[in-house]
């Protein structure tokens, strides 16, 4: 079982959590403060096995640098010039894929 948690899912910043059965969390998004980030975690770094963040706007990557001078891990895609690559962040198998205009 996975559970999911969310700090924010706006304009003001999008922040969420998955944890596995295991009690790793990944987290999606980085767009709240630290402190609300930290909420969402119980304040428990310790089983943030990583950080996926879409792309570069604020209320996505807002607390991405403070989580990376803590030691995790943030996979943002969007920097990269491959567009596929796979990550694994503990239990967690992450792919990414260039996003396509088709309108």
Same mark, same amino acid.
């Given at each position: 079982?996975? @559970? %999911? ?5 706006? &304009?003001? #910043?999008?922040?969420?959590? $998955? ?5 790793? @969390? %990944?987290l999606i998004?980085?767009?709240? &403060?630290? #402190?609300?980030?930290?909420? $969402? ?9 990583g950080c ?52």
């Amino acid at each position: 079982m996975v @559970v %999911l948690k969310c700090a924010g899912s706006n &304009s003001e #910043g999008n922040c969420y959590s $998955l944890t596995d059965s295991s009690g790793q @969390v %990944l987290l999606i998004e980085a767009g709240v &403060s630290h #402190g609300k980030l930290c909420r $969402l975690i119980n304040w428990n770094i310790t089983n943030v096995v990583g950080c996926i963040v879409t792309h570069h706007h604020l209320d996505h990557v807002a607390s991405a640098p403070k989580l990376k001078m803590m030691g995790v891990e943030v996979f943002s895609p969007f920097e990269l010039d491959e567009h596929r690559r796979e990550v694994v962040f503990g239990n967690y198998r992450i792919k990414s894929f260039p996003l396509t205009n088709s309108m």
